[in-house]
T-cell receptor
Framework: EAGVAQSPRYKIIEKRQSVAFWCNPISGHATLYWYQQILGQGPKLLIQFQNNGVVDDSQLPKDRFSAERLKGVDSTLKIQPAKLEDSAVYLC????????????FGPGTRLTVL | DQQVKQNSPSLSVQEGRISILNCDYTNSMFDYFLWYKKYPAEGPTFLISISSIKDKNEDGRFTVFLNKSAKHLSLHIVPSQPGDSAVYFCAASGAAGNKLTFGGGTRVLVKP
């Protein structure tokens, strides 16, 4: 069974530029999450999707971050414009059902904003 | 507002000995707790979990203990192996859905 796929693995941009990350969850997983992990901290949930609907985006900085999961499978997370403090690893995770106990994580995208 | 805290940022242990990782939480609504392990350049992988109706869960070399009254859980790794060297995250979720709140992580180094 293929795991959660993410791309790109690394991205370096200058502040005020825009960037997009892509995630393909495990086949059949209805719930998808985006996390931000700043160096030295634990992952922090940005947004949770159930199929193509948003369940929780309370910690998403909506003035610059946006995410979509149009067909309930792949998802993209965008930052526009980027700030220095957005430098982090962006992790995507998925579960078969909402309420399932184990989230499966992708390898993450390491973003550096200069 | 850190609802899940791992107060030890790092831990060094000799191969074959016990590793004990600690985690404290403040939100009494949390009722499910998990430990994830993370190697460099990889995403976290699930290790072991425990429901609030239990006080202990064991899986091979890994045991998690939960003390609800103290809002404290710990992960024991016995015996520790060099391959256990990684960052370990404690996470918690409440009854509604499965949004995870993570601690800051503990880096474990197992010396041969």
């Amino acid at each position: 069974e293929a795991g959660v796929a993410q791309s790109p693995r690394y991205k370096i941009i200058e502040k005020r530029q825009s960037v997009a990350f892509w995630c393909n969850p495990i086949s059949g997983h209805a719930t998808l999450y985006w996390y931000q992990q700043i160096l030295g901290q634990g992952p922090k949930l940005l947004i949770q999707f159930q199929n193509n609907g948003v369940v929780d985006d309370s910690q998403l900085p909506k003035d610059r971050f946006s995410a979509e999961r149009l067909k309930g499978v792949d998802s993209t997370l965008k930052i526009q414009p980027a700030k220095l403090e957005d430098s982090a690893v962006y992790l995507c995770a998925s579960t078969f059902l909402r309420g399932a106990d184990t989230q499966y994580f992708g390898p993450g995208t390491r973003l550096t904003v200069l | 507002d850190q609802q899940v805290k791992q107060n030890s940022p790092s831990l060094s242990v000799q191969e074959g000995r016990i590793s004990i990782l600690n985690c404290d939480y403040t939100n009494s609504m949390f009722d499910y707790f998990l430990w994830y392990k993370k190697y460099p350049a990889e995403g976290p992988t699930f290790l072991i979990s425990i429901s609030s109706i239990k006080d202990k869960n064991e899986d091979g070399r890994f045991t998690v203990f939960l003390n609800k009254s103290a809002k404290h859980l710990s992960l024991h790794i016995v015996p520790s192996q060099p391959g256990d060297s990684a960052v370990y995250f404690c996470a918690a979720s409440g009854a509604a859905g499965n949004k995870l709140t993570f601690g800051g992580g503990t880096r474990v180094l197992v010396k041969p």
